[in-house]
């Protein structure tokens, strides 16, 4: 019989936590599949869940190859494809797009923590779907007229180098703040993209969480996205840049759920782990004090609105466990 050479902790780890995106990911392409009415839209849902089907799969060999129980992740039970629609006008798409945002991050941080050419071998596999479909989406919603492209500017005909801090100073009781980089433009529009979708997203699961606390939850969170976006948007009209367009997408009056309230919860604890690290990037790329000092207060929030929605979690029995290590200390008093 041929021994599995056991894969690593921080592997065991990475491929659970996977387990436990690409299965509620699949339960809410299942709900978009159904509701589509436009045949390229559904086309981008149902190929990316047919290849996150196949390396959920593959991430069940693995689990049984290494003897790891499988995780519970999200089942049938998680959505209801007979609930009316809850967003329209493209959302869709553009919660893929936004989706695969997430995912670049995270295989790169997953394929960062692993040596099993195996484990190796799923997130590079995985990158490539991400990128495929994040650039099918992309294509799609400009050409559809959904989706807004970032403010255009003055093209560089010369290098410059920086020669004084002053540079860095934005936060100034007289004068005028230096005006934006192309960098600092990128990130802002970016952050603001992303909470728009993120506020319609969150809205719809207020409409429809059967929980109180989740639905005052997901309450506060819409407001919290809304804070955000009106401060990126004073940040580019700051430097006479017009923000992008609201982009498409709406909710409906559905308060039918199409989803349990265990996974739109969790989904927003994965939302807003990507929202720190987005934070924490515009922090250190910015190079104006008081663009990153506003990153550092926008992380502030979301830390705290994060961790109200894991103690809510804990609560309602909607929290899976992660792997871990054995308890020496308790496994040696035990022996006493």
């Known amino acids: 019989m041929v021994q599995t050479k056991p894969i690593s902790a921080s592997e065991v780890g990475t491929l659970w936590q996977t387990y436990q995106e690409k299965t509620?990911?699949?339960r809410i392409?299942?709900?978009?599949?159904?509701?589509?009415d436009d045949q390229q839209a559904r086309n981008i849902l149902g190929g990316l869940w047919q290849e996150l089907d196949f390396y959920v799969k593959e991430m069940e060999v693995l689990f049984k190859d290494q003897g790891?129980?499988?995780p519970l992740g999200f089942t049938s039970e998680?959505?209801?494809?007979?609930?009316?629609?809850?967003?329209?006008?493209?959302?869709?798409?553009m919660f893929v797009r936004v989706l695969k945002q997430v995912s670049m991050g995270l295989y790169t941080l997953n394929m960062n923590m692993s040596y099993d050419n195996r484990v190796m071998t799923i997130y590079e596999g995985l990158t490539t779907v991400t990128q495929k479909i994040y650039k099918l989406a992309t294509l799609y919603l400009l050409e559809k007229g959904i989706l807004s492209q970032p403010p255009k500017v003055t093209m560089p005909k010369t290098t410059e180098i920086i020669e004084s801090n002053k540079y860095m100073k934005g936060m100034k009781l007289f004068g005028d703040k230096r005006v934006l980089n192309n960098l600092?433009?990128?990130?802002?529009?970016?952050?603001?993209?992303?909470?728009?979708?993120?506020?319609?997203?969150?809205?719809?699961?207020?409409?429809?969480?059967?929980?109180?606390?989740?639905?005052?939850?997901?309450?506060?969170?819409?407001?919290?996205?809304?804070?955000q976006i009106g401060i990126m948007e004073e940040l580019l009209r700051e430097s006479d840049l017009q923000p992008s367009a609201a982009l498409g997408g709406t909710v409906t009056a559905s308060t039918i759920p199409p989803f349990s309230d265990k996974l739109m919860m969790h989904f927003i604890y994965i939302l807003n782990g990507f929202s720190l690290v987005g934070a924490g990037v515009g922090a250190f790329f910015t190079l104006r004090n008081d663009l990153s000092m506003k990153a550092f207060m926008i992380s502030k929030d979301i830390f705290f609105y994060a961790q109200e929605g894991i103690e809510i979690k804990i609560k309602n029995g909607w929290l899976e466990e992660p792997p871990q290590m054995e308890d020496r200390a308790a496994i040696i008093k035990k022996g006493n």
């Open 24 to 26: 509620l990911i699949m």
């Open 29 to 36: 392409l299942e709900y978009f599949i159904e509701k589509a």
């Open 68 to 70: 790891i129980v499988k």
């Open 78 to 93: 998680d959505v209801h494809l007979d609930a009316p629609k809850l967003f329209d006008n493209g959302f869709d798409i």
């Open 184 to 227: 600092e433009i990128g990130i802002l529009n970016h952050n603001l993209e992303s909470n728009i979708i993120g506020m319609q997203l969150i809205t719809g699961f207020a409409q429809c969480a059967q929980n109180k606390e989740a639905k005052k939850f997901f309450l506060k969170g819409k407001e919290l996205a809304k804070k």
